[in-house]
């Protein structure tokens, strides 16, 4: 009887297929083959060595970071972008939304053509797709807006299929906990290109007098990356670290890879807990600057902004909380998964959940302190955005181990596209929206321009508790799942190679004595 919480059974398994030259070319019983089986496992050598992987990682972790820069430069000088353009809260979200809609519409495609076709190549046609786009919104001139709005969201594009296939290559480079600490470098530089994009975004645009400069620095540093990219990340068989380098492929639909995720029920309810913290940070990191300068503004601490250039000290205070909160807390959740994976099987959930629900409290006291005290309200930003932290790479792990590796791109893919689409895609668009209907009904005073933008806020704690609700339910599951994953890649025997069957041991016999 299969244990309740397994998800693979022999009937769900796709036919495997070992990588072309995975085996000796000799059948199974034959005597050359016996004595090939006696060699020491020492003697094998990795089809990419370990400084190809370290080189490899390094690299990703580059464009990773470039990657999330680009993301969060637009909120990083969102109040320009505001009176350039001319723009309410609701129109400003939208420049967000569009980009998030076509990351998550295209993912599911790339994560398709991950699972199937070089991912390299992959990652060089959509990275080189962003540098274009990302540089020609920058050249959007007032009267175009609408042209923003479009480039916005053709960088989208670019940005999906690196996200999509770049956690699957750390996956075959890394295995056990040095996979999970490669894991945890390459999201701590989720939070650090976050923090940096505001920092800067914000920093060009007064130096230059110029907001359209901040959107130039990524392009210019990614050109560095796509080089980088090309000439030193190498493309790894799917499974090669689980199987010394052999790989494994499979013959199966996208169909039959889909139905295999929704029968995982603990990447099913991981995936809504994503969802869930993508709602949060994408609100919290879109609105965060701009709720905090027009605190500002309300306490009589600064005048509001009438024309360039803005002082933009909250985007460097924010930007810098969240560079050190997503180091620190990365590393801590890293630290508390591998210390108590052993100890207990279903840690890495438990450590998501605690993480989620911890942060709805700091929110909240955030939301309502900041009317009255800014230093009060950086150190509740600071404790909520450490808690969120510890999920960036555990939640990456999880999925790399509940998941077969010839599926973890499309993993990857789907929950992406769930986790923005219900996520951050609508996220800064409604919060803007709730705080364009408050403020209709309101005096149009700077007062209220803030109580509006607060009082929509108050989404976020609420989301964050449902988060922690769902990683406390991925807990119950996830324990045999990894266990049903990990025996699909042992018990995955290669079959006979094709070609003349070498003689048997019965043959050599009968020859000896001729």
Request: proline share 6%; charged share 15%.
């Amino acid at each position: 009887m299969k244990p309740e919480g397994s998800v693979t059974s022999l009937q769900d398994r796709p036919m495997p297929r070992w990588s072309l030259g995975s085996g000796s070319g000799l059948r199974y019983g034959s005597f050359v083959n016996s004595l090939a089986s006696l060699t020491s496992k020492a003697e094998e050598k990795p089809a990419i060595s370990p400084r190809q992987a370290y080189v490899a990682i390094a690299v990703l972790c580059y464009v990773n970071l470039l990657n999330y820069m680009e993301r969060y430069t637009i909120a990083g000088v969102l109040g320009n972008i505001q009176k350039f353009f001319d723009i309410s809260d609701s129109t400003a979200g939208l420049l967000q939304t569009v980009f998030i809609c076509s990351f998550l519409l295209l993912a599911p495609l790339f994560g398709y053509l991950g699972d199937r076709y070089n991912r390299k190549y992959i990652m060089i046609g959509g990275l080189s797709v962003w540098l274009v786009t990302a540089a020609g919104s920058s050249l959007v001139t007032e009267s175009y807006f609408w042209l923003l709005v479009l480039l916005r969201a053709l960088v989208g594009i670019g940005e999906a299929s690196y996200s999509t296939i770049a956690p699957t290559i750390i996956s075959d480079l890394f295995t056990g906990g040095q996979r999970s600490v490669m894991i945890c470098v390459f999201y701590i530089f989720i939070p650090v290109g976050s923090g940096l994009g505001y920092i800067v975004g914000a920093g060009c645009a007064t130096l230059t007098g110029d907001w359209r400069w901040a959107l130039r620095i990524t392009p210019i540093l990614g050109l560095v990356g796509l080089v980088l990219l090309v000439f030193l990340c190498p493309n790894p068989v799917r499974g090669a670290a689980e199987t010394h380098g052999e790989g494994v492929t499979e013959r199966s639909s996208y169909l039959e890879d889909v139905k295999y995720l929704l029968k995982n029920k603990s990447y099913v309810w991981s995936s809504f807990g994503v969802t869930a913290m993508a709602f949060l940070t994408g609100a919290l990191a879109f609105w965060m600057p701009t709720f905090l300068s027009r605190a500002q503004v309300t306490q009589g601490i600064r005048p509001p902004c009438n024309k360039e250039p803005c002082d933009h000290t909250d985007s460097y205070i924010f930007g810098a909380v969240t560079v050190a909160t997503g180091v620190l807390g990365g590393s801590l959740g890293t630290g508390l998964s591998r210390w108590f994976r052993d100890k207990v099987p279903n840690a890495d959930p438990l450590i998501c959940a605690i993480g989620m629900l911890g942060s709805a409290p700091c929110l909240f006291i955030t939301i309502f302190v900041a009317s009255s005290s800014i230093p009060a309200t950086y150190v509740f930003i600071f404790l909520g955005e450490l808690l969120l932290s510890l999920n960036w790479a555990v939640l990456a792990d999880i999925l790399l181990y509940v998941v077969i590796p010839t599926r973890r791109a499309t993993a990857e893919a789907l929950q992406i596209t769930v986790c923005h689409l219900l996520g951050d895609a609508g996220s800064p668009y409604l919060i803007g929206t709730i705080s364009d209907a408050i403020r209709e009904a309101k005096p149009k005073t700077y007062d209220w321009r803030f109580r509006s933008l607060k009082y929509s806020l108050l989404v976020c704690p609420f989301v964050g508790i449902l988060g922690g609700l769902f990683f406390l339910m991925t807990s119950l599951y996830v324990t045999e799942d990894k266990k049903a994953a990990q025996q699909f890649v042992e018990e995955t025997p290669p079959p006979p190679q094709q070609g003349p069957a070498p003689e048997s041991s019965m043959d050599l016999s009968n020859r000896s004595t001729e």
